[in-house]
């Protein structure tokens, strides 16, 4: 798929972070993370609030391109109900995203998690030429400005343990660090 070849930046509309916050508050009391050590209600609905936000920055990304993008999926799915399905389709590919808050970066590395444990595998990980397209959410500006990496594939990406050692086993960690130092990323 053509990309960009540097990071784009993204400052979100207010309907765009309306969507985001609607859904994230809808979505907390559906869901069940207790498998990844988190049952903080707030910090459930900041995880989808950000997510929401890196899809809605890929979705502007590739729109400003003139590229078909459907998504993101605002459906709120009841239980064992939740989709796996990618965040976004571009031009039909289907593309997962992934986002990050520069708070939580500064605090633990720029990196992105993905779902690995007994109980849940996010199923990406078992498709090496699946789209990904890594995001930062810079919560630490005024405003609701993203930063979009170009895509690339999961083969691509450098999978280490996650530096917080409560995740050990549950998530893999692909951090931008070891990206840039392997060429992923200049």
């Known amino acids: 798929m053509a990309t960009f070849r540097e990071p784009q930046i993204v400052h979100l509309s207010p309907e765009a972070v ?3 916050a609607t859904f994230a508050d809808a979505v907390t009391s559906t869901v069940n993370y207790r498998d990844s050590n988190q049952s903080v209600r707030q910090k459930i609905r900041d995880d989808h609030f950000v997510s929401k936000l890196g899809e809605e920055a890929v979705r502007f990304v590739f729109e400003r391109r003139a590229a078909a993008v459907e998504g993101p999926d605002y459906t709120v799915y009841a239980g064992r109900g939740k989709s796996w399905d990618a965040d976004l389709k571009v031009n039909g590919i289907e593309v997962a995203v992934k986002t990050q808050r520069r708070s939580a970066a500064n ?27 890594l995001v930062v959410y810079e919560d630490l500006k005024e405003g609701y400005e993203c930063v979009v990496y170009p895509l690339r594939k999961i083969k691509q990406l450098i999978f280490e343990a996650p530096r917080l050692s409560r995740l050990v086993g549950k998530k893999q960690a692909v951090y931008l660090e070891t990206l840039q130092k392997n060429g992923v990323f200049k």
């Open 18 to 20: 309306e969507r985001a």
């Open 107 to 133: 605090r633990y590395g720029l990196s992105w998690t993905f779902q690995d444990s007994p109980e849940r595998r996010d199923p990406i990980l078992d498709v090496p030429d699946a789209w990904v397209c």
